[in-house]
């Protein structure tokens, strides 16, 4: 039930903070700040305001981002299993995330290699599919 409610509350929060109006009323906190800065005399207790405000927002929308992020890894990472799953793709794809970077990075260069001879082949099939027809015509113009 709790992490019901959090999820809820980091989405709704994450949405809010992605939104045009929340960054100009950001912007316009920093700007009433700003020119209350003669007012207060520009004392520490006025830097200390925003100071503080900004750390917490910070420290807060860090977990939050971070929370929200690992939730749409995760359910990416879901799909894409999934799809694997009912393809005609290699099964031992699915859960590589849970490798080490350099397991990863040896995956993925493997596939790039794959790729690469895959496109080669390809091009080889395409220019023997376009030089046959002149080949075949060349017989039958002799015969």
């Known amino acids: 039930m709790i992490e019901r409610l959090f999820t809820r509350i980091a989405n709704w929060v994450a949405h809010m903070a992605g939104l045009p109006p929340t960054f100009a009323a950001c912007i316009l906190i920093v700007v009433v ?8 005399g520009f004392s520490d207790t006025w830097q200390l305001v925003i100071n503080t405000g900004t750390t ?4 807060l929308m860090v977990f939050l981002i971070q929370n929200t992020q690992n939730r749409d890894g995760a359910a990416i990472q879901a799909k894409l299993d999934e ?3 009912v ?6 794809f699915i859960g590589i995330e849970h490798l080490t970077e350099s397991e990863v990075e040896e995956i993925r260069a493997k ?4 790729a690469k001879r895959h ?3 390809i ?8 030089v046959a027809p002149k080949n075949g015509s060349k ?3 002799a015969a």
């Open 119 to 121: 496109d080669r082949k």
């Open 87 to 92: 393809s005609r793709a290699h099964n031992h």
């Open 33 to 40: 700040w700003a020119a209350s800065g003669p007012f207060f």
């Open 111 to 114: 596939c790039e290699q794959a």
């Open 56 to 59: 917490i927002v910070t420290f």
């Open 139 to 141: 017989k039958r113009a």
């Open 123 to 130: 091009a080889d099939a395409a220019a023997k599919k376009a």
């Open 83 to 85: 799809l694997i799953r």
